[in-house]
């Protein structure tokens, strides 16, 4: 987790760069967390965007948004950023993956880098902790058995992120990994750029 201060002040004076500018004059080495990128195999693991509260209503039920907790506009501006400054510093990627929940679809849309596909093991396990080891192993699974490639962008939960790479993120942050063979994940760099 190198530059871990840096790179914090870094992704701040990025995101203030972005709303002064815009993400048209963002140049492609202002922030050192994105080039970790350039590497075959990387994969750009980010808990969705600003959702105030914890966890889902009671009445949850998957599709219907009416039901869940949801990005506030905060939140949407938030993806909308870090979509931006990724598409300033070239970054393309294979595929996005995301869970299902409507506050990751909506903020992997709202990075608009891509198509985006629904991906069942980056589904939330808050509410049932006892699915999180068979969910953690399928993505490792699935990680580990990828063909590098471009990055893979991933759309999930803190949950999810804690259980496969001991990280607690914030919301909106881009753990970038390295997955190998045998399953086992390095994280490589942190970036968060706020609302």
């Known amino acids: 987790m190198r530059l871990r201060v840096q790179g914090r002040f870094l992704a701040i004076w ?22 970790a990128l350039d590497a075959p195999g990387r994969i750009a693991l980010m808990r969705h965007a600003l959702a105030p509260g914890t966890g889902d209503p009671a009445r949850f039920r998957l599709g219907d948004c009416s039901t869940q907790r949801n990005l506030d506009a905060r939140g949407r501006q938030q993806a909308q950023r870090i979509g931006a400054a990724l598409r300033a510093a070239g970054i393309a990627f ?10 990751c679809r909506d903020t992997a849309q709202l990075l608009d880098i891509g198509a985006v596909e629904d991906f069942a093991p980056l ?37 999810n992120i804690t259980a496969l790479t001991g990280v607690f993120p914030r919301s909106g942050e881009v753990i970038i990994i390295e997955v190998d063979a045998e399953g086992a994940v390095t994280v490589i760099d942190r970036v968060l750029i706020d609302a």
């Open 14 to 35: 990025l995101a203030a760069l972005l709303a002064l500018t815009g993400a048209a004059a963002l140049p492609a080495s202002a922030d050192p967390g994105w080039t």
């Open 123 to 159: 589904n939330s396990f808050f509410r049932d902790s006892s699915a999180g080891p068979s969910q953690t192993e399928a993505l490792r699974r699935f990680l580990a058995d990828r063909t590098p490639g471009a990055p893979l962008m991933l759309v999930t939960h803190q949950v």
């Open 94 to 103: 294979d595929r996005v993956l995301t869970s299902q929940w409507c506050r």
